[in-house]
């Protein structure tokens, strides 16, 4: 084989890059990304918030966006407990993030015609999630589109789109949902593999190094006389 012609050490090297390859496969992360505008901020009377302050400085009609991280995939409807993630709700016009989540689900239904998507991200401020220290969404997007980017997303009749809640639910900020888009291993175009330059590097390394052997002067062997 052509790697066993390589030295020692640089054995090692190429073993150690092709794990790093491999777990930088393992831990892609797909993301959900949503954004709207804010209807109701601490001004029009909730709060104010005393947990993250910054949420005074939102206003009706600021910009946002949510953007959640995961490990693993949502390709179909069900009920998605995400064990590994990472949550960001963050009003563009303030410049104010929420990111104290310890817990997130995900859950997609369908009616033929439109997904329904709903999110339950819970605050680790306050008394707990079950108090009203949570960020919930629910809203919904064309069918077919659960996996495609800058998808148009509307409202369900009778349900909050968006809803902030800090301080035991005395904080509580609404948005609208108006796009949705969803970027990963289910909806990404295939990239080239990783192993491939990898596997062009340790041949290149192999013909060196057989040159090299080929160049080096072969000293005759001394006999013992008979």
Request: glycine residues 8%; hydrophobic residues 45%.
């Amino acid at each position: 084989m052509l790697f066993d012609m390589l030295p020692p050490l640089t054995r090692r090297t190429v073993l150690v890059a092709l794990v790093v390859c491999a777990l930088a496969g393992a831990a892609a992360a797909d993301t959900i990304t949503f954004s709207g505008a804010i209807t109701q901020s601490t001004l029009d009377g909730t709060g104010p918030a005393v947990n993250n302050p910054g949420l005074n400085n939102i206003l009706d009609n600021d910009a946002f966006t949510v953007t959640l991280d995961f490990l693993g995939s949502i390709g179909a409807p069900g009920t998605y407990p995400l064990a590994s993630f990472n949550l960001l709700f963050h009003d563009s016009t303030a410049s104010v993030d929420e990111s104290s989540f310890d817990s997130v689900s995900v859950s997609v239904l369908t009616d033929g015609s439109f997904f329904d998507i709903s999110m339950l991200g819970c605050l680790t401020t306050g008394g707990g999630c079950g108090v009203g220290n949570s960020l919930s969404a629910i809203f919904q997007i064309p069918a077919a589109s659960l996996n495609s980017q800058n998808v148009p997303a509307q409202s369900i009749s009778g349900l909050l789109p968006l809803d902030l809640l800090e301080d035991d639910g005395v904080t509580d900020i609404h948005g609208t949902v108006s796009t949705y888009s969803y970027t990963g291993a289910v909806g990404a175009v295939p990239e080239p593999s990783a192993f491939a330059p990898l596997a062009l590097l340790l041949a290149a390394m192999a013909w060196l190094h057989k040159r090299k052997q080929l160049a080096s002067p072969i000293h005759p062997t001394t006999r013992t006389p008979q």
